[in-house]
């Protein structure tokens, strides 16, 4: 007797974001052409083809005027904070139950949108940072994935405005943890927390945590020889050890250090020992191999950030409200591929389901939802010409 089966077509895919993106996003018809449905269809189109909205309804044959689509985002789009906190309540809403059941590594990070603009109302918008693609001025965002058997969802996700401290960006992260009943069991934050402020909250709050050290004092190739935490960079081989921060306000932090080393074996061009350096509190002394392999998952947050590259709808507005959702919509359309692979997709066996990524790949989901708006609207498939061809 065959084994039954079933099959997964771009109009399950658009049904499951749609439902909950609607309910979440609080929008409602805005005219009799630019529906919910409507814009949804040309935002997934945008998406799927990494265009502007501008772009997309040039594009759909019979789609609203780009004009008429970002008239009905800027009334249906609260302000930054009120689409903070919808979004989050709809990441939340993603999280499968199971991962609610039991404590759970967690990965923070930091992530920047370059911007080569002006602020819409204040210059708090405008994060500054090192120069990357040829700006200093980025979009900030905060996000808090599970990193679980390979799978990452994203469970929050905040704006950072310049000059917020970031223990306070950890703390707001780690409360909408709490609200989506995500339990930590181990932090594994970027390198960018790495400061007293951040460790003394961390030690209070009693959350384990690993983070790479932050290089200072003077450089291994001084004369005088390293000094501070470059002391650590000039290992050459594994080990523990202890070291205390001092902050501007004479504030100490006293942390363990774990110096991973291995080869560079012509990585970078490089031969030699190449020493990993990382933060490490409330964890057990295991081997700085497991540290280094605990901590190596988090580099899955970097696929993730490509993968939200795939799917971020381009854009020049100021308004930082239309780019949180932009990336919101990526961050979410991510999260249902990574649910169909694990509810729909995934082969059940003995010790964990098989994840069969190569049966839907994530640029192929955005296609399928990019499809079913050409379905819709149609395609633009001629052009005038000044001359006949």
């Known amino acids: 007797m065959r084994p039954p089966y079933s099959t997964l077509t771009p109009t399950h895919i658009y049904d499951y974001a749609a439902s909950l993106l609607e309910p979440y996003l609080q929008w409602h018809d805005y005219g009799p052409k630019c529906t919910v449905k409507t814009l949804l269809q040309v935002l997934f189109y945008a998406a799927g083809h990494l265009c502007s909205v501008f772009a997309a309804c040039s594009q ?47 990965a923070i990070d ?20 090192q120069a990357k693609s040829g700006t200093t001025h980025f979009h900030a965002y905060a996000t ?4 679980r058997r390979g799978q990452r969802f994203t469970v929050a996700l905040i704006r950072v405005e310049y000059g917020t401290p970031m223990v ?30 951040v460790i003394r909250y961390l030690y209070r709050a009693r959350y384990p945590f690993i983070m790479p050290v932050v290089r ?16 650590f960079a000039a290992a050459k081989c594994s080990g523990w050890y202890t070291y205390t921060l001092t902050n501007a306000d004479k504030q100490t932090a006293t942390v363990l250090i774990c110096v991973h080393c291995r080869n560079w074996q012509g990585r970078r061009g490089r031969q030699g020992r ?23 998952r988090r580099f899955g947050i970097e696929t993730s950030y490509r993968q939200l590259n795939e799917a971020r709808i381009k854009t020049t507005t100021r308004d930082p409200a239309l780019r949180l959702l932009f990336v919101a919509i990526a ?59």
């Open 274 to 296: 190449q020493p990993l350096v990382y933060a490490c509190w409330g964890i057990d002394l295991h081997s700085t191999a497991w540290v280094y392999q605990t901590y190596r």
């Open 216 to 231: 200072h004092g003077r450089a291994t190739d001084d004369p005088r020889g390293p000094s501070g935490t470059q002391v």
């Open 168 to 197: 306070e960006v950890l703390k707001r992260l780690l409360h909408l943890l709490r609200q989506a009943g995500i339990r930590p069991r181990l932090l594994l934050l970027d390198r960018g927390f790495y400061s007293v402020d």
């Open 110 to 129: 930091l992530t920047l949108v370059p911007y080569h603009g002006q602020p819409h109302q204040r210059l708090e918008e405008i994060y500054r940072s």
């Open 60 to 106: 759909l044959r019979t789609a609203p005027s780009d004009q008429a689509v970002r008239d009905a985002l800027m009334a249906l789009c609260p302000d930054p904070a009120p689409l903070e906190q919808r979004l989050n309540r709809l990441f939340a809403a993603q999280i499968p139950k199971a991962l609610r059941k039991r404590t759970q590594r967690v």
């Open 144 to 147: 808090a994935y599970i990193v």
């Open 331 to 389: 961050l979410i359309l991510r999260n249902v591929w990574v649910w169909v692979h694990r509810q729909l997709l995934a082969t059940p066996r003995r010790g964990g389901r098989k994840l069969n990524l190569g049966l839907l790949p994530f640029k192929m989901l955005l296609l399928w939802l990019a499809y079913l708006a050409v379905l819709t609207f149609g395609i633009v498939d001629s052009v005038a010409v000044a001359q006949a061809p």
